[in-house]
């Protein structure tokens, strides 16, 4: 069963304290891994999209890396407005081309001044 | 204006209502996808329209009928819902609906069930 599981469930940080959150995957054949931030009352936000082992992305404070189990979004610096849930989602074929998004559980990060 | 709209944001109806979400998009896509967030649970897939024929049904109550009259709407009609159903209801587009595009995201509509 294609599964998604993010670690930790919540992260507190203090302002300038680098860390990373944990996305790890197990699906039949993946056809991409996504990063989404979803700040409270709103929908997600597309972050990164990563295709293969190996690719890197980065944006501003964030960077998120791929292996053929999981990914990683390695925040350095960060400031209080980073806290958001970060969502992963891996993408898989559903039917004939069709893709489908199966989404882990968020992690909660919270950026404390 | 952000590329997915979704109305009404918020939507407290009884059990016996009929209501409907609209949503909109305004990037030129071909796929459009209603998509479900219960509390404490991963987002899941309901619907996914290609060029406004339904591609899949993700075994979802009948009490939730889509309706897609072209690539730029999408509506989600409800009726005779439960309690649980309560959620945010996020509609979502994507240049077509095969695997590896980027899945754009709407706020979302915050659905209550009294």
């Known amino acids: 069963e294609d599964q998604v599981t993010q670690s930790p469930e919540a992260l507190r940080l203090q302002e300038g304290e680098s860390s990373s959150l944990n996305c790890s995957y197990t699906?039949?054949?993946?056809?991409?891994l996504f990063w989404y931030r979803q700040d409270p009352g709103k929908g997600p936000e597309f972050l990164f999209t990563l295709y293969s082992a190996g690719e890197e992305k980065e944006k501003e404070r964030l960077k998120a890396t791929l292996t053929k189990k999981e990914s990683f979004l390695h925040i350095t610096a960060p400031k209080p407005e980073d806290s958001a849930t970060y969502l992963c989602?891996?993408?898989?074929?559903?039917?004939?081309?069709?893709?489908?998004?199966?989404f882990g559980q968020g992690t909660t990060l919270q950026v404390k001044p | 204006e952000t590329g997915v709209t979704q109305t009404p944001r918020h939507l407290v109806m009884g059990m016996t209502n009929k209501k409907s979400l609209k949503c909109e998009q305004h990037?030129?896509?071909?796929?459009m996808y209603w998509y479900k967030q219960s509390a404490k649970k991963p987002l899941e897939l309901m619907f996914v329209y290609s060029l406004e024929e339904r591609v899949e049904n993700n075994s979802v109550p009948s009490r939730f009928s889509p309706e897609c009259p072209n690539s730029s709407h999408l509506f989600l009609h409800l009726h005779t819902l439960q309690p649980e159903d309560s959620a945010l209801y996020l509609c979502a587009s994507s240049q077509d609906s095969s695997s590896g595009n980027t899945i754009y995201f709407g706020e979302g509509s915050w659905l209550t069930v009294v």
């Open positions: 699906v039949s054949g993946l056809r991409g």
């Open positions: 990037l030129g896509h071909n796929a």
């Open positions: 989602a891996v993408q898989v074929l559903y039917s004939g081309n069709t893709g489908k998004l199966i």
